[in-house]
């Protein structure tokens, strides 16, 4: 089975699993499928979160 890479290039930045991080902090949060994580803003600081 081939990997493909996600629609911005990201190599885990499809699927329902995985981690939303902060860039900032470092801050962890579960992501969740169908909420992108660069909607999300960090809890602790306020920083638009990325996916691990």
Request: charged share 25%; glycine share 20%.
């Amino acid at each position: 089975m081939t990997q493909r890479k996600g629609r911005k290039g990201g190599g885990k930045s499809a699927g329902p699993g995985g981690q939303c991080v902060c860039p900032s902090c470092g801050h962890t949060v579960d992501h969740k499928a169908g909420q992108p994580c660069y909607e999300k803003e960090c809890p602790e600081c306020g920083t638009k979160m990325t996916r691990e």
